[in-house]
């Protein structure tokens, strides 16, 4: 059975927490994009679940950097979130700091994309339009193969995601790109209400 927290819950939550924008707008960013995900791989039902998880997945991360993700639980658990969406959040630090090894489709997308989403937005603000609706793959690539650019953003991660889910690299970015710019103004407008 899953235990819900709902949406505004979720956001007072992560903002208890985290208090710095990146972190916030990391947040939002992934939230929508698992939206995306849902709806596009077949989810509809489970959208709001997916999009909490996203929203959630770092929560522990701003104030225990050492033990993100080993830290999550008991923040979670202390605000009444089940079990479900725990072990979800704590999926996408497998082999980094968890062994909790990603099953679901909806903890394999979180784990392919936290990474990718953080790369994703470093190129955008390097573009003239600091967007990424007008980003392509092939620009995307040239990112991802310069160690130096984003050098935070793990691409072993990124590859290993894409190989759990059984998409060539390619098809991780153009489906990342997209779920980016179906949210990339919603963020926006959210991250400059909460600052």
Known sequence: MKTTIDRSSALA???TYNKEKFHIQHGLTVEGVMRWFAAELGFADEVDYWGIVGL???IDYEQYPQQ?????PELLRKAGVGED?????????YGL???IKPEHVM???LYAVDELTGL?????RMRPSGSVQDMEVKSLKKKFKSASFAAGCSREVILAGAEMLGWSLDALM??????MRSCEAAVATEVERLM
Do not use: N, Y
């Open 13 to 15: 939550l992560l903002q």
């Open 56 to 58: 959630l997945h770092d």
């Open 68 to 72: 993100h993700c080993l830290a999550a």
């Open 85 to 93: 969406i725990i072990r979800a959040v704590c999926s996408h630090g």
């Open 97 to 99: 700091t968890v062994d």
């Open 107 to 109: 903890e394999k997308v």
């Open 120 to 124: 994703i937005g470093a190129a955008a």
């Open 174 to 179: 153009e489906k990342t790109i997209l779920a």
